[in-house]
């Protein structure tokens, strides 16, 4: 369309407003771009003498289809540049500015048309343009009559869009109000809790520093009155052997059998003594590993000395794999042998057939080393009470002992650094796990 006398504005933009409804644009959208069309129509016209002006449907780089008017001007744009008189008629459409097409220097506006709108198929196309060459423009007084009608139509949608601000607005605070109310409500009570929890761990505090005190008046009452029972019982161990001695008066079968029953009574109330008193020295914190390089080779050498000349049964062996060279590592030699002695021992105790047997396993930083034997097993169940002072799994192990074994060795295990772990199930045998790390920390 060309724009050279100030009548084409009017029809530039009633023409607008027409292709802008046929290609789908909502009615606020077709007077916005009418708007701006015959804004810059006035610039250009004014500015340079005119323009020719042409519509197209074309999709940009976001994927939508948008209309876009180029408005060609008849004479150069000064500095080819182009800035709208008004400022606000940039904010009516999605694009305005100068683009330049086949070295001519253009005003180039565009608005997105709506994803909903019909899609334009080259017969929709022609039957537009049919249809725009049609209509004939109207006059200007036409033209002004619908300027005014849309005038009042924007005017009337601002006002009830302000009403409905201002409804919104007033419904915002009334939320506004109820947050706020619930806000101090949650504060208070969490507060209410916080106060709450803070005399829970006050109470807490209170509660294990209670627990310690009795758990060390524990441990001074058990390392004291084994300290006490420890020369009576050795006493009376004493005696009873001297009654039984062939020096001493002969005894009656019978008399003899009592003293007997008294002296292993005895070394038996020793043997638990003893241990109490290990137990008590180790949870007192009293025991200090003294650390050296152990050779585990020779700890297991002695071990299998020691304990080949303890156990008897020939339905069990006790197998004490040597540990390939180099085999060291940083503990206290005395306190590793007291718990696998212990452990050994307990396996040769509650095995009646198949093997009782210690290996040791090196791994990158640490050593494992594990007893395991043939014996009954001990339930899931139970895996963490037997390492609980005096517990005895109920049924055919409790052999005598004292229940205070496995405790103290984990004490032990744990003072040099390391854990004991236990694996077992009933029938399956049993496998005690020393882990300590191979330097000692
Ligand atoms: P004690 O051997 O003096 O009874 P321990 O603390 O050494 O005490 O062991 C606790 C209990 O754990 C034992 O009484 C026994 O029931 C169970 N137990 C320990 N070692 C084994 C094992 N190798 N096989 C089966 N049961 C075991």
Redesign the pocket.
């Known amino acids: 369309m060309p724009l050279r006398v100030e009548r084409d504005i009017f029809v530039l933009r009633q023409r607008g407003r027409e292709v802008a409804a046929a290609v789908g644009l909502e009615h606020q959208d077709q007077v916005r771009l009418a708007t701006a069309l015959s804004e810059v129509a006035r610039d250009l016209l004014l500015g340079v003498g005119g323009a020719d002006v042409v519509f197209a449907v074309a999709g940009a780089a976001d994927g939508q289809r948008h209309l876009r008017v180029d408005l060609a001007p008849v004479r150069a744009l000064p500095d080819g540049r182009y800035e709208p008189q008004s400022g606000a008629v940039a904010r009516l459409v999605d694009t305005l500015g100068v683009v330049t097409v086949e070295e001519v220097t253009v005003v180039r506006m565009s608005r997105r048309v709506p994803a909903t709108a019909q899609a334009l198929t080259s017969e929709r196309l022609a039957q537009l343009r049919a249809q725009l060459g049609k209509s004939s423009p109207g006059t200007a007084e036409e033209e002004l009559a619908t300027q005014n009608s849309q005038l009042i139509a924007a005017l009337d949608e601002v006002r009830s869009q302000r009403d409905e601000l201002a409804r919104l607005n007033e419904e915002l605070e009334q939320t506004n109000r109820g947050v706020l109310a619930l806000y101090h409500q949650l504060t208070d009570e969490l507060e209410e809790t916080n106060r709450g929890v803070v005399a829970l761990y006050a109470e807490l505090d209170e509660k294990s520093a209670q627990l310690r005190a009795a758990s060390e008046s524990k441990t001074r009452f058990l390392a004291n009155v084994s300290h006490e029972l420890r020369a009576p019982v050795t006493a009376i161990i004493g005696l009873a052997r001297l009654l039984g001695d062939s020096a001493s008066d002969p005894l009656t079968s019978e008399q003899e059998q009592q003293v007997g029953l008294i002296r292993s009574s005895a070394s038996d109330l020793l043997a638990l003594v003893n241990e109490l008193l290990d137990l008590a020295k180790a949870e007192s914190g009293r025991i200090e590993p003294e650390l050296t390089e152990v050779d585990l080779r020779a700890v297991f050498g002695q071990l299998r000395g020691t304990l080949r000349a303890l156990h008897t049964g020939p339905e069990v062996e006790l197998v004490v794999e040597d540990p390939a060279p180099p085999a060291t590592v940083r503990s206290d030699e005395v306190l590793l042998a007291q718990v696998l002695r ?1 452990l050994l021992h ?2 040769l ?2 095995t009646t057939r198949g093997e009782v047997r210690l290996r040791a396993e090196r791994g990158t930083d640490y050593w494992r080393l594990v007893v395991s ?1 043939t ?4 339930p899931a169940e139970l895996h963490e009470r ?1 390492f609980e002072e005096f ?3 109920p049924g055919p ?2 052999v005598g ?7 103290y060795a984990r004490r032990l295990v744990t003072l040099l650094g390391g854990d004991l772990e236990l694996a077992s199930a009933p029938g399956q045998g ?1 496998t005690f796990t020393v882990s300590l790390p191979a330097d000692g920390t």
């Open positions: 212990n307990n396996g105790k509650f034997d014996g009954p097993g001990i037997v517990y005895q799994v192990t409790r002992g004292t229940g205070l074994g496995l405790p049993s």
